[in-house]
């Protein structure tokens, strides 16, 4: 059967992949433990779960506008003003079945074929994927561990060009853990101001999940404001995974052309999840704040067992909930007749040997690292890690 080639575009996510194999060891009986997968592993908060059992009582059960209900935009820009102390106006907001598909509605919304998007590495996988589908150019920006993969002005510089149409970031990051302080922001600012085509897609999906102060979001820089979209949504910071709402904050033409866009591939997002996003947006943080100290707790231990494992080097985390080590020490070695030639051969290795799943960097535009999850219990993570340190221990 002739499928369309526009599906050798791009390919499968890596996470999806890893969880998928651990799934499959899982049904034949073997224990895995999945550290692979990006979803908090708490339930969500009792006062959002209220609100969306009213409104399936309430029968929200009809089609919702493709943009999102009036009150929850403004629910939106509520939070928007609360958290990060930006003004938006319900126009600047557009809400989507989930993160991912506010992602994929801006870059088709912005990229022509040929026009030039520019990542620093490591990033989330579905970034390059999204732009490749769109037939844009993507151009990698390597960031060092030395400055804990956060890219600077003077290599943004160094690759920025009259091509260049967009530039798409997260912070904290996916999958490092990285976090910009407004100090790095602002230099990165300065550069983007002497290139008005260029817009600005800042990611800030983890924005509850920080262990060193304050989000700052590039967006607080006033003259750049309207070239900036903002990506957030309910799955990490409210446990919402499963419920699939996502939201952007920008400039009216581009939710306009990014509601075009949804309103012909799936129209407006889930009615229920949308009247629970309301009180999860407007509503009591506290539950929010305790996951982020229990990831706090975890962050700390994962650190203590990865660093006591030889050949290990690692930036720590300042936000979300994974590690994200350089492995190249164990590149070469064997276990009997298997040897590890690089980061995919590795998660294999750790998933089949210590039945722990894994994800490998190179996903993520690194491959000298794998992508180690700290969301999972504390019990798990640390017989994961041991399962890990005996399996490393083996290579010779």
């Not at 817009?199 to 404001?225: M, P, R, T, W």
């Not at 009615?271 to 629970?276: D, M, P």
């Not at 930036?315 to 350089?326: H, Q, S, T």
């Not at 998660?347 to 996903?363: E, F, K, P, Q």
Request: glycine share 6%.
């Amino acid at each position: 059967m002739k499928l369309s080639s526009r599906l050798d575009l791009f390919a499968e996510p890596e996470t999806l992949k890893m969880a998928k194999l651990g799934r499959e060891l899982r049904a034949k009986g073997i224990d895995v433990i999945d550290l692979s997968l990006g979803e908090p592993d708490f339930d969500t908060p009792t006062h959002i779960k209220d609100a969306l059992k009213k409104a399936v009582d309430d029968n929200y059960s009809h089609y919702t506008p493709v943009a999102g209900y009036p009150d929850l935009r403004e629910a939106a820009c509520s939070k928007l003003k609360r958290d990060n102390n930006l003004e938006y106006k319900p126009e600047n907001i557009l809400v989507s079945t989930g993160a991912k598909q506010s992602l994929a509605n801006v870059v088709m919304a912005i990229v022509d074929k040929g026009d030039e998007v520019i990542i620093p590495t490591p990033y989330w996988v579905t970034y390059s994927e999204i732009v490749k589908l769109a037939e844009g150019k993507v151009t990698l920006v390597r960031t060092s561990i030395e400055n804990k993969y956060k890219i600077t002005a003077a290599e943004l510089e160094q690759v920025i060009n009259a091509n260049t149409r967009l530039f798409m970031f997260s912070s904290p990051c996916n999958p490092s853990g990285a976090v910009y302080s407004k100090e790095e922001l602002s230099a990165l600012a300065e550069v983007f101001r002497k290139h008005p085509q260029v817009y600005i897609l800042s990611d800030e999906i983890y924005e509850y999940i920080n262990f060193v102060g304050k989000h700052e979001s590039i967006a607080q820089f006033e003259d750049l404001k309207d070239r900036i979209i903002i990506i957030n949504g309910l799955s990490k910071g409210y446990a919402m995974t499963g419920y699939r709402l996502g939201y952007i904050a920008a400039h009216p033409d581009v939710v306009k052309a990014c509601e075009k866009l949804q309103g012909q591939y799936t129209s407006g997002t889930n009615a229920v999840t949308q009247r629970g996003a309301i009180v999860a947006l407007t509503g009591d943080m506290a539950p929010s704040v305790e996951m982020n100290k229990e990831f706090g707790r975890r962050r700390e231990r994962m650190l203590q067992l990865i660093k006591a494992i030889p050949g290990i080097h690692i930036a720590e985390p300042d936000g979300a909930f994974y590690v994200f080590p350089v492995v190249t020490a164990y590149f070469g070695k064997k276990n009997g007749e298997e040897k590890i030639k690089d980061a995919d051969d590795l998660c294999m290795y750790l998933l089949n040997t210590a039945h722990v799943s894994t994800v490998t960097g190179r996903a993520f535009g690194e491959p000298t690292c794998i992508r180690i999850s700290f969301a999972n219990s504390m019990e798990k993570i640390e017989a994961a890690m041991d399962r890990i340190s005996k399996a490393l221990a083996a290579l010779q």
